[in-house]
């Protein structure tokens, strides 16, 4: 039973950077796992960020970023906003079966 | 535009069966991946399964394997999963969403309950 691991829950500050990671029971999570980063606000289905580590979709604003840090995906948020608050999630990809961390609460305060 | 319309969501007893649809539309339906992810009430995302552009291959996670068949109709751009042997933790919103970018388009869901 693959594990993907979030942080439970972070606090940032209004205008503060965060970072989210992400890791594989598995070892360390690399782009071959294609890590993907949705944002989800009560009552709303998910909104792709960040696909294939990095790359963001034409929606995606630019203060939020995605990267491979020390051996885990990472999600970063420069200059958070209130709009932020939300819980964030990742998923990995293990050559067809895909799995889904926990997710993070992030909460703008 | 793309759009993702579920639909087939309702009440089941434990150990009915129940199909989910996902029509799509604003994309060359035949040439993308798909995938069901559910969510159920007040826990986190939970990635079910995917099927290929051709529907050549399938994958499942492993609570539903053997109980649940993912499908696809080209001609009529729609997915579809069946789903037997519902049990109480099958109870969620299900999304449908399009592989490309990632999953990088999702409908709105439809919810699944599963109670006597």
């Known amino acids: 039973q693959t594990v993907v691991t979030q942080e439970p829950s972070l606090t940032v500050s209004p205008g503060g950077t965060v970072t989210l990671t992400c890791a594989s029971s598995?070892?360390?999570?690399?782009?071959?796992?294609?890590p993907n980063w949705f944002q989800q606000k009560p009552g709303q289905a998910p909104r792709p960020l960040i696909y294939?580590?990095?790359n963001k979709h034409s929606w995606t604003p630019a203060r939020f970023s995605g990267s491979l840090l020390g051996g885990k995906a990472a999600l970063t948020l420069s200059g958070v906003q209130p709009e932020d608050e939300a819980e964030y999630y990742c998923?990995?990809?293990?050559?067809?079966?895909?799995?889904f961390g926990a997710g993070t609460k992030v909460t703008v305060l | 535009e793309v759009q993702l319309v579920e639909s087939g969501g309702g009440l089941v007893q434990p150990g009915g069966s129940l199909t989910l649809s996902c029509a799509a539309s604003?994309?060359?339906?035949?040439?993308?991946?798909m995938a069901w992810v559910r969510q159920a009430p007040g826990k986190g995302l939970e990635w079910v399964s995917s099927?290929?552009?051709?529907?050549?291959?399938?994958y499942y996670t492993d609570s539903v394997k053997g109980r649940f068949t993912l499908s696809r109709d080209n001609s009529k751009n729609t997915m579809y999963l069946q789903m037997n042997s519902l049990r109480a933790e099958d109870t969620a919103v299900y999304y449908c969403?399009?592989?490309?970018?990632?999953?990088?388009?999702w409908g709105q869901g439809t919810l699944v309950t599963v109670s006597s």
């Open positions: 969403a399009k592989i490309e970018a990632g999953l990088d388009y």
């Open positions: 604003g994309f060359t339906f035949s040439s993308y991946a």
């Open positions: 099927i290929g552009g051709r529907g050549d291959y399938t």
């Open positions: 598995t070892g360390a999570v690399t782009s071959g796992y294609y």
């Open positions: 294939s580590t990095s």
């Open positions: 998923l990995l990809y293990y050559g067809g079966v895909r799995v």
